[in-house]
């Protein structure tokens, strides 16, 4: 299985929306409504915000929003935060009892 | 609350196994999976694969399927990753990591394997 691809860098400014995307194929992505995304600030273990495409877990703020088209998944940060600054990974289920990851977003906040 | 804790930070030399465990609480341990998610340093996560407490069935990445086991242990809610024939690529932290729904939500601290001789 090959990596989800992502692009390696995205930034905005303060209140302002980035929007990270997660390509696939149609065999992971865009077989399955079972993406999930995940935030990593250095030197921690990365922490789930979304999964099942859409679904937020308790305690995630509503501005981290996910959503899917064919083959690419995408996360979008609204109202971009300070603490948002971190690397950002999807996921999906590929199949046969398998996940894959993206090959992971640095987002900067200016 | 939910908890994994894994074991220590381990040095192995090329070719060796090494073997991780996982403790889990504050939860049913068998109506979960557990994963094993790897990030080398300054590298990307990488799926490595997951294991059913319930019934011990395991899911494996086809590239780790020759060289990694994950076993687990009803009576202590612990699950065990060994992996074999280390080469320096396969330095790494380890997350053993909880399964709900599509996502990984309870992540472990990681255990740092180095392989070096």
């Known amino acids: 299985q090959s990596a989800l691809t992502q692009p390696r860098s995205v930034s905005g400014s303060p209140g302002q929306s980035v929007t990270i995307s997660c390509t696939g194929t149609s065999s992971d992505v865009g077989d399955y409504n079972y993406v999930s995304w995940y935030q990593q600030h250095p030197g921690k273990a990365p922490k789930l915000i979304i999964y099942d495409v859409t679904e937020r877990p308790s305690g995630v703020p509503d501005r981290f929003s996910g959503s899917k088209s064919g083959n690419t998944a995408s996360l979008t940060i609204s109202g971009l935060q300070a603490e948002d600054e971190a690397d950002y990974y999807c996921?999906?289920?590929?199949?046969?009892?398998?996940?894959?990851f993206g090959t992971g977003t640095k987002v900067t906040v200016l | 609350q939910v908890q994994l804790v894994q074991s220590g930070a381990e040095v192995q030399r090329p070719g060796a196994s090494v073997k991780v465990s996982c403790k889990a609480s504050g939860y049913t341990f068998t109506n979960y999976y557990l994963h094993w998610v790897r990030q080398a340093p300054g590298q990307g996560l990488e799926w490595m694969g997951f294991?059913?407490?319930?019934?011990?069935?395991?899911s494996f990445a086809q590239k780790f399927q020759v060289r990694l086991t994950v076993t687990r242990d009803t009576s202590t809610n612990t699950v065990y990753m060994e992996l074999s024939s280390l080469r320096s690529e396969d330095t790494a932290v380890y997350y053993c990591?909880?399964?709900?729904?599509?996502?990984?939500?309870?992540w472990g601290p990681g255990t740092l394997v180095t392989v070096s001789s």
């Open positions: 294991i059913n407490p319930s019934g011990g069935s395991t």
């Open positions: 990591v909880r399964n709900y729904n599509s996502g990984l939500d309870y």
């Open positions: 996921c999906s289920y590929a199949g046969r009892y398998t996940y894959v």
